[in-house]
Nanobody, 115 residues
Framework: QVQLVESGGGLVQAGGSLTLSCAAS????????MGWYRQAPGKQRELVAR???????NYADSVKGRFTISRNNAKNTVYLQMNSLKPEDTGTYYC?????????WGQGTQVTVSS
């Protein structure tokens, strides 16, 4: 089993910044892709950013230029630096990791951006 612990969510004013962290532990032999998804009330969960084991990244169009995903393989941790936050970034952010093609999800951390 793999456990994911997320941290870093909170309340911030529009234009502010937050950094999310997600640490994986447990039966980890190799982590492939790691990513962040978010879900706003009444909406479907959507991909925010994803990073492969080789460091390739992709982002949702809505966050390009504002968010940066990174990972520390030695610590099995993925980060999401979020700058220039907008009210529409509000939602629950979920960490996702692919371990040997099995997807694991974190419990979610709330991000609220006030206008």
């Amino acid at each position: 089993q793999v456990q994911l612990v997320e941290s870093g969510g909170g309340l911030v004013q529009a234009g502010g910044s937050l950094t999310l962290s997600c640490a994986a532990s447990g039966s980890i032999f190799s982590i492939n892709a790691m990513g962040w998804y978010r879900q706003a009330p009444g909406k479907q969960r959507e991909l925010v950013a994803r990073i492969t084991s080789g460091g390739s990244t992709n982002y949702a169009d809505s966050v390009k230029g504002r968010f940066t995903i990174s990972r520390n393989n030695a610590k099995n941790t993925v980060y999401l630096q979020m700058n220039s936050l907008k009210p529409e970034d509000t939602g629950t952010y979920y960490c996702n990791v692919d371990v040997r093609r099995v997807n694991y999800w974190g419990q979610g951390t709330q991000v609220t951006v006030s206008s």
